[in-house]
């Protein structure tokens, strides 16, 4: 896999071995450097983008119990889950350009204490708006803490195989704990409620950001000057609203104002076209060329498609093992403790692959494994064996996802200046947090539009459906990228 040199070490870390400025340099020399050194920021770092990936679906195994509580329908309830996709996916671009222009560490903390507030709020909540409010304020905390995370990743370690082992061990953290998240939040759940599934989310937050202060540089800014705040505005509008205008879409008579989003959605977004250059000093958010740079731009449009079909059809699975098929949250949260197994694994493996084969090769099979994974649960009915179509699924999305996920952080990277690292993996995070978004909306809102099985509970046939349409959105989508991207070089 092509890589980029690392960030050059600040003059007072420098030593007389420096390496020559032509050679890989980093933040920490981390073959040299004793094994603290070499492995604790890893570590950390990781675990700031798993306690990322895992917000997006701790609560999943806690919905049901947390609608229960406050009497919300299938499709509202989703808004937990979309509320911290749209704020996360907003926001990321913003969190990218803080990453390339502060110190990222101070970034990075700040971010944590951003998640751990809105954890506060959540676990406080009197009623459901409030829990959607802390999600969202969650949201904005990991929207600048994974491309901080991301960048440190990259500054930190230099080019070649301790990159691509790193970056092997950090996707897996993210991939393991986004399945972790599904089982940890049943357990906790049927054991203590589920508010206090946040009160855990706050205190991973509190302890991560102390270990960060200890472990990792300051870093140096990267680039200076202000945003152009106007072009910002206009992005962050655009890719809000196209989360709002699915949601609107899928539930029923929203239609015309789905259409109305949608036309602000289109305006925002051309606004922001039209300012895609640097002006008057003042730096645009994202760069339109960026997202001319190949890999760039098929890691968004796979990264979008990928993360519908799984956070949505993940999104369902903990409804229908609870409502169809009886289980309590602690139980369907260790249900579904194989996917957490076999993405960890699989991505650890992937990681390693990389170094050889480079991400490409990856991508095809990662993807096909997820959406079959999906299709098998359309196999699972009322009384149908553990062991049959959940177990198998379970398995084979993971596999997949293991696969996939990794390789897409890097294919987001490739041919991206260290200077942008920030900037590119926000592109990607932006769109599997869209994709996250409007996932888990959409596919309730098919759910639900077969037939509801009792008031707020989705039916089995209304779960077939949904999980058929997210593994083929993934494949009609997601796989002319990745061959388009596979048949070229670069």
């Known amino acids: 896999m092509p890589v980029r040199p690392g960030e050059p070490p600040s003059p007072a870390r420098t030593r007389p071995d420096a390496p020559t400025p032509d050679a890989p340099t980093s933040d920490i020399p981390a073959l040299a450097a004793p094994a603290p050194a070499r492995y604790a920021p890893l570590a950390v770092l990781s675990a700031a983008a798993g306690l990322d990936a895992g917000g997006v679906a701790v609560l999943n195994s806690a919905l049901p119990s947390v609608g229960e509580r406050f009497g919300t329908s299938a499709q509202n309830l989703s808004w937990a889950v979309t509320g911290y996709a749209l704020a996360f996916a907003g926001l990321l671009l913003c969190g990218g350009a803080m990453a390339d222009r502060l110190r990222r560490r101070r970034v990075l903390v700040g971010g944590l204490a951003l998640l751990a507030a809105g954890a506060v709020l959540a676990f406080t909540a009197p009623d459901f708006r409030l829990v959607v409010a802390g999600r ?66 706050a205190l991973a937050a509190a302890v991560i950001a102390a270990a960060a202060v200890r472990w990792l540089p300051p870093g140096a800014r990267q680039r200076r000057g202000p945003l152009d705040l106007t072009g910002a505005g206009a992005l962050v509008t655009a890719i809000t609203l196209t989360v709002l205008a699915a949601d609107l879409a899928s539930r029923p008579g929203g239609g015309p104002l789905a259409a109305a989003v949608a036309a602000g959605t289109a305006a925002a977004g051309c606004l922001w076209w039209r300012r895609g250059r640097t002006r008057g000093g003042d730096a645009v958010l994202l760069d339109r060329d960026l997202l001319r740079t190949r890999g760039v731009r098929t890691a968004a449009v796979v990264a979008g498609a990928f993360y519908f079909c799984v956070t949505g059809s993940l999104f369902l699975l903990p409804l229908y093992l609870q409502q169809v098929r009886g289980m309590s949250p602690a139980s369907s949260g260790l249900a579904v403790l194989p996917v957490s197994l076999a993405v960890a694994g699989a991505a650890l493996v992937s990681g390693r692959l990389m170094r050889t084969r480079g991400p490409r090769p990856l991508l095809v099979p990662g993807l096909l494994l997820t959406a079959g994974g999906v299709l098998i649960w359309c196999a699972a009915g009322e009384h149908s064996p553990y062991a049959g179509p959940v177990l198998a699924g379970l398995v084979v999305t993971g596999v997949g996802q293991g696969l996939a996920f990794p390789a897409l952080t890097a294919t987001g990277l490739r041919h991206v200046p260290d200077r942008a690292h920030g900037t590119a993996s926000a592109v990607t995070a932006t769109a599997l947090q869209i994709g996250s978004g409007i996932g888990p909306t959409v596919l309730a809102g098919l759910a639900q539009a077969a037939g509801p099985a009792g008031p707020g509970d989705l039916s089995l046939p209304g779960h077939h459906l949904a999980y058929a349409v997210a593994a083929a959105l993934l494949l009609v989508v997601g796989l002319p990228a990745t061959a388009r991207r596979t048949g070229r070089r670069g």
């Open 136 to 201: 969202v304020l969650q949201g904005a905390g990991a929207a600048i803490t994974m491309p901080a995370a991301t960048a440190l990743l990259t500054s930190v370690y230099p080019d070649g195989p301790v990159r691509s082992r790193a970056l092997g061990v950090f996707s897996a953290a993210q991939a393991g704990c986004y399945g972790a998240g599904l089982v940890l939040g049943g357990v906790v759940t049927g054991t203590l409620g589920w508010r206090w599934v946040f009160a855990f989310q």
